[in-house]
Antibody, heavy 121, light 107 residues
Framework: EVQLLESGGGLVQPGGSLRLSCAAS????????MSWVRQAPGKGLEWVSV????????YYADSVKGRFTISRDNSKNTLYLQMNSLRAEDMAVYYC??????????????WGQGTLVTVSP | DIQMTQSPSSLSASVGDRVTITCRAS??????LAWYQQKPGKVPKLLIY???TLQSGVPSRFSGSGSGTDFTLTISSLQPEDVATYYC?????????FGQGTKLEIK
């Protein structure tokens, strides 16, 4: 059974940093691209970033480019999102999601339960 | 960047109705489109990928069609458990943009 478990969310001040983790199990982690998707309270889904299975390629939404860094440790079956220079508009539930296919250009067939990031003074 | 526009933003329909949601891309994306269902308080669920391929386990009353810039998600006979917000997402290239969502309610 595929499982994705996010952690690392919490309260942070504007300008602060946070690192999210997503522990994966139940599939060959290194064979699939992984994404981060966020959802602000009462709002729609916003794609944040994707990383290929090898970790060799990464892509970001313009809203986070230069502030967020996606990475993965395939030996630990874990996905990360380093978030720096956080802003009020970054406040959201952050989901990690597995690509449906081996390539990064695919839908996401499994999602974690999400971790809440709150940015407030 | 390619924009994804869904219509309508919300709709109300009766049980048993045929429901259609539209997603339009500002440029052609071939069939690189997914549809998701998010029930209140729940995690998004993949319904359809490659514009028309039904994800395993998804009821056959859901179907998708389209290619290029215009896509549709159809529920052939609306059920009470289909109350949710539906999102399209394009994935032909980054950014992997979502539509703004369509909130579906039962009349």
């Amino acid at each position: 059974e595929v499982q994705l478990l996010e952690s690392g969310g919490g309260l942070v001040q504007p300008g602060g940093s946070l690192r999210l983790s997503c522990a994966a199990s139940g599939f060959t982690f290194s064979s699939y691209a992984m994404s981060w998707v966020r959802q602000a309270p009462g709002k729609g889904l916003e794609w944040v970033s994707v990383i290929t299975g090898s970790g060799g390629s990464t892509y970001y939404a313009d809203s986070v480019k230069g502030r967020f860094t996606i990475s993965r440790d395939n030996s630990k079956n874990t996905l990360y999102l380093q978030m720096n220079s956080l802003r009020a508009e970054d406040m959201a539930v952050y989901y990690c999601a597995k690509s449906e296919a081996s390539s990064w250009y695919s839908g996401n067939d499994y999602w974690g339960q999400g971790t809440l990031v709150t940015v407030s003074p | 960047d390619i924009q994804m526009t869904q219509s309508p933003s919300s709709l109300s329909a009766s049980v048993g109705d045929r429901v259609t949601i539209t997603c339009r891309a500002s440029q052609g994306i071939s069939n690189y489109l997914a549809w998701y269902q998010q029930k209140p308080g729940k995690v998004p669920k993949l319904l359809i990928y490659a514009a028309s391929t039904l994800q395993s386990g998804v009821p056959s009353r859901f179907s998708g069609s389209g290619s290029g810039t215009d896509f549709t998600l159809t529920i052939s006979s609306l059920q009470p458990e289909d109350v949710a917000t539906y999102y399209c997402q394009k994935y032909n290239s980054a950014p992997l943009t979502f539509g703004q969502g369509t909130k579906l309610e039962i009349k």
